[in-house]
């Protein structure tokens, strides 16, 4: 086994290639939600660029998160890589436009627009909901989001911080723009966009904005738009859950990080490193919200091979270089999550009844011998209920720790002042080679711990825009009961 996506898996030391401005995973993103937490077996030496050693100051929040264990900072270039790719889009979508006023009715320019269109939306969300504020109904208008820039031209100036309402309005126009060079039109394979993407992105904005009544528009008729979700009960034993070609996929575009930042406690007979783990694992708080009868405990998981933990694996063919099924982490756009988000807006509106009718549509696939869940009694139970589902659906493909986000500052059904999410620290043995729990680090509330709720914008963009962007003060984190 040699290159995976762009990073090395000869041992536990996946982490080298982090800083590749060719890949577009962010690793980090995996480990900062309640649905991991460290995985330590064995001793890795403390040099060695491991998923713990260089991705805990994220896991555990820290004030400069972009730090490895020994304290030595490494650059996050997720902000310049989606920057970049911002940049050239605008100069498409500006290039497109002229060619179009010559040529109106070229019908292969106005795709080329539509996914254009569709790109530089997805790229301004994903980064808003990891450097931005989370947005507020009530405050979008002065809570500060991300740097706003569409047009072509370079300018002589320093950015600073849009607001969260003019960055989504961009993303709802751009999508909107999408919609019309893309109605009507879905691509024969997987790696373009298509107008159920594009519906399928609409729907997740306007959830992530309260907009129910618009997740319903975009998502009637959804399960007509040649896509279906795959029956559990006939799932093979050790192949994918999710891939390339399968009918639930609508859209995927880049790399797939989860197997090395959650890798095995030993790594086969092409690797001398066995016993040891020094990474990630899928947290006992996830596991526990999978009922014994829900097939996606075993269809998304598989267990290390030493100690047995649960490792995720909705993506099991990673290891075949190149493979042409491979999806994305956080790039991949399946029909559940229509479902999901169409369910989530109606019980917000009050209409139980018809989202509790849309989970009984994925449950029946997920579930074996038709033993899903009862119906919530009441409308924040069922609303806590479709948030369960979502995230057992939906863990390592990117969206728990947006979900998470929005939740916290929900206008109706927040979660609360006393919400927490804690990763488990542990101390090493050497003399008997192992760990003792040391205590957890705490990541509090949105109301009470803001700054540590969204990732800091890079020192080099701080210093190449001389002051005027500026990041929130991040609390300092210390090791808790």
Same mark, same amino acid.
């Given at each position: ?69 020994l ?63 989370p ?30 309402e ?33 519906k ?11 907009q ?8 009637n ?50 690797? *001398? ?11 006992d ?6 009922? *014994? ?5 075993n269809a ?171 990041n ?10």
């Open positions: 086994m040699n290159n995976v996506y762009g990073y090395y898996l000869y041992n536990p030391t996946t982490m080298g290639n982090i800083t590749s401005e060719t890949d577009f995973s962010a690793p980090w993103l995996h480990v900062m939600d309640d649905d991991s937490e460290a995985f330590v077996l064995g001793a890795a030496d403390r040099d060695q660029a491991t998923p713990l050693y260089m991705l805990s100051g994220f896991h555990n929040w820290g004030q400069n998160p972009a730090v490895n264990i304290g030595f900072a490494w650059n996050d270039i997720m902000w310049k890589k989606v920057y970049k790719r911002i940049s050239a889009i605008n100069a498409l979508i500006y290039q497109a436009s002229e060619i179009a006023a010559k040529n109106p009715a070229d019908v292969n320019l106005q795709h080329l627009r539509g996914e254009a269109y569709f790109l530089r939306a997805y790229y301004y969300f994903l980064i808003q909901n990891i450097y931005g504020a947005y507020r109904k009530a405050t979008a208008a002065t809570d500060e989001g991300v740097p706003l820039k569409i047009s072509e031209k370079i300018e002589d100036i320093y950015f600073k911080r849009t607001n969260n003019a960055v989504y309005n961009q993303i709802v126009a751009d999508l909107n723009q999408a919609a019309d060079f893309l109605q009507g039109y879905n691509p024969t394979t997987k790696i373009r966009v298509g107008i159920a993407a594009v399928c992105l609409q729907s997740r904005v306007y959830l992530f904005t309260e129910y009544d618009k997740v319903l528009q975009v998502t008729g959804y399960e007509n738009m040649g896509y279906s979700i795959i029956d559990l009960k006939r799932y093979v034993a050790n192949s994918n859950f999710t891939y390339r070609s399968s009918t639930e996929t609508i859209f995927t575009m880049g790399t797939n990080a989860v197997p090395v930042v959650f890798p095995n406690d030993s790594l086969g007979s092409s690797s *001398p490193v066995d016993r040891l783990a020094s990474g990630f694992k899928a947290s708080n996830l596991i526990q919200r999978f009922s *014994p009868n829900d097939l996606r405990l998304c998981f598989k267990l290390s091979a030493k100690s047995k933990a649960f490792l995720p694996a909705k993506y099991r063919t990673w290891e075949t270089y190149n493979d042409p099924e491979q999806v994305s982490c956080i790039f991949s756009f399946r029909l559940p999550e229509m479902l999901l988000n169409r369910a989530e807006a109606q019980a917000m509106l009050g209409a139980d009844g018809e989202a509790w009718s849309e989970i009984q549509k994925l449950q029946a696939m997920r579930f074996n011998n038709n033993t899903s869940s009862q119906q919530p009694a009441s409308n924040p139970a069922l609303v806590n209920f479709i948030r369960d589902e979502r995230r057992r659906e939906f863990c390592f493909e990117g969206h728990r720790w947006f979900d998470l986000r929005r939740y916290e500052v929900n206008s109706k059904y927040p979660l609360g002042a006393d919400f927490t999410i804690k990763h488990p620290t542990y101390n090493y043995d050497a003399q008997t080679n192992t760990y003792t729990r040391a205590g957890n680090y705490v990541l509090n509330s949105i109301a009470q711990d803001a700054a540590s709720w969204q990732v800091p914008i890079p020192n080099y963009a701080i210093e190449f825009n001389r002051g005027s962007l500026t929130p003060i991040r609390s300092v984190r210390n090791i808790q009961p």
